[in-house]
């Protein structure tokens, strides 16, 4: 079955440095990788997409995710944070039936000044 | 120019009552979806629909029934209202049912049972 663990429900940097959001996954068959972002009372929006071409993905907003098979991870990356990332972002990979996303547990994102 | 409106944006009401929500989508995808979000923010598909087909129907009551009436609207709707129905349940769109394409998501609706 596949499925995807994010580390951590809540993360915490100061706004310029390094955003690091950890994803791992589960997955007998090359996976379908997602990363989303959800700002307060709204709805989910695609940051980016692994779909087996290039392993460094490049998203929107600065954002960009590495996909590594040796270790099964897909993290979520920004070299410089801004208040206006702070925000819930969910890792989701799609399972081969049907187009069915498995959402992770969500990391909050806390940018300090 | 929302792409994924639903209706209504917050929903209170009392237990046992029956309620919907509806879905639209003007960008033209064919399949569409129900996701609910409980409150600890935890996302799970409830049905999706391709070409008002439904495809995916996950271990949900069968008090919740979708209903496509064309491909571009997908509502909800819910009998005999329980207190663990209180979530946000999201519709999301994509282009092909096979999930490669992104899912567009609307807003969601916050329902709440007293």
């Known amino acids: 079955a596949q499925s995807v663990t994010q580390l951590g429900s809540h993360v915490s940097v100061s706004e310029g440095a390094l955003v690091l959001l950890r994803c791992n996954y589960s997955s007998s068959v090359p996976p379908y990788l997602f990363w989303y972002v959800q700002y307060p009372n709204q709805g989910l929006q695609l940051l980016l997409k692994?779909?087996?071409?290039?392993?460094l993905v490049k998203g929107i907003n600065g954002f960009e995710a590495e996909f590594k098979k040796s270790e099964t991870s897909f993290h979520l990356t920004k070299p410089s944070a801004h208040m206006s990332d702070a925000a819930e972002y969910f890792c989701a990979v799609i399972l081969n039936q049907g187009g069915k996303l498995i959402f992770g547990q969500g990391t909050e994102l806390s940018v300090k000044p | 120019d929302t792409a994924v409106s639903q209706t209504p944006k917050y929903l209170v009401t009392q237990m046992g009552n029956d309620k919907s929500i509806k879905c639209e989508q003007n960008?033209?995808?064919?399949?569409m979806y129900w996701y609910k979000q409980d409150s600890k923010k935890f996302l799970k598909i409830m049905f999706s629909y391709n070409n008002k087909e439904l495809i995916i129907n996950e271990t949900v009551p069968n008090r919740f029934s979708p209903k496509s009436p064309d491909k571009a609207h997908l509502n909800l709707h819910i009998n005999s209202l329980e207190l663990g129905d209180s979530a946000v349940y999201f519709c999301?769109?994509?282009?092909?049912?096979?999930?490669?394409?992104?899912?567009?998501f609307g807003d969601g609706t916050r329902l709440s049972i007293l």
């Open positions: 999301a769109s994509s282009q092909g049912g096979q999930g490669l394409q992104p899912q567009h």
């Open positions: 960008l033209g995808h064919d399949t």
């Open positions: 692994y779909t087996s071409a290039a392993t």
